[in-house]
């Protein structure tokens, strides 16, 4: 059974950063799909970003220059490392998986999900 387990979450003032972490345990070829949702009280949930083995990430215009996804086939993980942080990244960040090459961001459909990890950014 395929689990994932994130953590890294907190609390930061804005301006600040946060790395968040995701490890996947269990039977899955971590060289496909990876990302990253979150998802804010009253909004919809968002795609943040994605990453697989075949290219760079992708990004959700509201991060690009912001956040860089990354991953470590060999630990079967993968990464968020968010830098000049504004109040309205606030939420609870879901890391995902699928066994499948990426695709645009809210256009894959994702097998797997962790548990979620609060983020919260004051102003």
């Known amino acids: 059974q395929v689990q994932l387990v994130e953590s890294g979450g907190g609390s930061v003032q804005a301006g600040g950063s946060l790395r968040l972490s995701c490890i996947v345990s269990g039977h899955f070829d971590s060289r496909y799909c990876m990302g990253w949702f979150r998802q804010a009280p009253g909004k919809e949930r968002e795609e943040v970003a994605n990453i697989d083995s075949s290219g760079p990430g992708k990004y959700a215009d509201s991060v690009k220059g912001r956040f860089t996804i990354s991953k470590d086939n060999a630990k079967n993980s993968v990464f968020l490392q968010m830098n000049s942080l504004k109040p309205e990244d606030t939420g609870m960040y879901y890391c995902?998986?699928?066994?499948?090459?990426?695709?645009?961001?809210?256009?894959?459909?994702?097998?797997?999900w962790g548990q979620g990890t609060q983020v919260t950014v004051s102003s």
């Open positions: 995902v998986a699928e066994e499948r090459w990426c695709r645009q961001l809210n256009r894959n459909e994702y097998d797997f």
